[in-house]
């Protein structure tokens, strides 16, 4: 089983920081990929921004400039940096993973419960 849990949400003001982490744990062989995405109110989940185990990047333009991407592959753990927060980043940010349990696995993806982030203006 592996478990995918994040942390590092709350309450801050608009032009504030926050940083997010998530970790991957259990029976785990390799991970690929590690991101965020997130779904506000009333709005469809969408990508915030990937890492790969290599250290390459991408963001979502909404976030390029004022969110960083970043990970320890030791501890299996990515963390999402986020500065000059504004209120239409308010959001339940959901961290995923791809998985393989072995080396003879497929990669899978496992998704957190999420964490909820709120800006207020």
């Known amino acids: 089983q592996v478990q995918v849990v994040e942390s590092g949400g709350g309450l801050v003001q608009a032009g504030g920081s926050l940083r997010l982490s998530c970790a991957a744990s259990?029976?785990?062989?390799?991970?690929?990929?590690m991101g965020w995405y997130r779904q506000g109110p009333g709005k469809q989940r969408e990508l915030v921004a990937t890492?790969?185990?290599?250290?390459?990047?991408n963001y979502a333009d909404s976030v390029k400039g004022r969110f960083t991407i970043s990970r320890d592959n030791a501890k299996n753990t990515v963390y999402l940096q986020m500065n000059s927060l504004k209120p239409e980043d308010t959001a339940v940010y959901l961290c995923?993973?791809?998985?393989?349990?072995?080396?003879?696995?497929?990669?899978?993806?496992?998704w957190g419960q999420g964490t909820q982030v709120t800006v207020s203006s």
């Open positions: 890492i790969t185990s290599s250290g390459r990047t």
């Open positions: 259990g029976r785990i062989g390799g991970i690929n990929v």
């Open positions: 995923y993973a791809q998985v393989r349990r072995s080396d003879y696995d497929v990669f899978s993806d496992y």
